[in-house]
């Protein structure tokens, strides 16, 4: 049986509308409903925020983020401040539930329930949307077949603390609405323009055309990263970072004006490629700004 209208509590872990909304965490659910789940405090801290026009790029438009809202009832124990958010957005009309640890639980991609989910619309992040909107860029991340959620999440949370215009994701890369490339950003989605299924050596040429040169992160490339030629890393730049297994493929590193390398002083044998992002991120931001 399904939770009643009226009732201000649910309870049912089987009903049709926790299983609509467990169901956003497959792929082919979130392209055919134009949805995906934030789960947790952190994400759902930040969903909220650019709903209500506090944080968030331009493509997160203000009161066209936050389409449902489902929270645990001890949701104003936990956090204050959450709770604040949560109360200006139901009195924005956004539909707010209250539910049991139980039904978020079944709700939820997550192991364990996160005690708030909100279900967020998917903005439009095509290349012709997205890009022309950066004004004038200085740093960007292009992500190349990455793969593994916890990477991509990664990346996209460095680029937004390293101050990046944008992130691209190229055709064959994770879903960024992924639940678990949500979680792994820690509300970063919700800060940073996101291109998504791009062609890859188009993207490139319109990056090109905003005045960034392309670096590609290579481990084998000439150029190392702390021995950089004069002015290198203080360009506008728009990063490449390769698949996890098999790194830049030919055809991706001759997209690049250079092939960069993250010195190893240590004995491993590589770099994880959201580490390596990280490091070059950082490289350009503090370039860029004369540290």
């Known amino acids: 049986m399904d939770e009643r209208p009226d009732q201000d509590v649910m309870t049912n872990p089987r009903a049709d509308r926790v299983r609509r909304v467990a169901r956003l965490a497959g792929r082919s659910s979130r392209q055919r409903e134009g949805l995906f789940l934030a789960e ?35 949701v104003g124990d936990r956090d204050a401040e959450l709770a604040g958010l949560v109360e200006r957005a139901a009195g924005a009309g956004v ?19 996160q005690g708030i989910l909100a279900v967020c619309r998917i903005p ?49 890369s994770v879903d960024p609405f992924n639940p678990k490339v949500v979680r792994s950003t820690a509300g970063s989605l919700f800060h940073v323009p996101l291109v998504t299924g791009a062609d890859l050596a188009a ?7 905003c005045g960034l040169q392309v ?8 150029v190392r990263l702390d021995r950089p030629p004069s002015g290198l890393l203080a360009r506008p730049t728009a990063w490449l970072f390769g698949n996890e297994a098999q790194g830049l493929s030919a055809a991706e590193l001759a ?33 860029q700004r004369g540290a």
């Open 40 to 74: 947790g405090p952190q994400p759902a801290r930040e969903a909220l925020r650019a709903h209500l026009g506090i944080v968030g790029a331009p493509q997160w438009r203000p009161g066209a983020v936050v389409e449902q809202l489902y929270v645990s009832e001890r």
């Open 95 to 113: 539909p707010v539930r209250r539910a049991t640890d139980e039904v978020l639980a079944a709700m939820s991609d997550a192991v364990t329930g």
């Open 124 to 172: 439009d992040t095509a290349a012709e949307a997205v890009l022309p909107g950066l004004g004038d860029p200085r740093l960007v991340a292009v992500l190349c077949r990455v793969q593994d959620p916890g990477n991509a999440g990664t990346i996209l949370r460095a680029a937004d603390a390293a101050g990046a215009a944008g992130v691209v994701l190229a055709a064959g």
């Open 203 to 209: 993207t490139t040429r319109m990056l090109a055309d």
């Open 215 to 222: 670096l590609a992160a290579d481990g084998q490339g000439p």
């Open 255 to 287: 997209l690049a004006g250079e092939r960069v390398a993250v010195p190893l002083y240590g004995q491993a044998e590589s770099l994880n490629v959201a580490t390596a992002a990280t490091v070059c991120l950082y490289a350009s931001a503090m370039a």
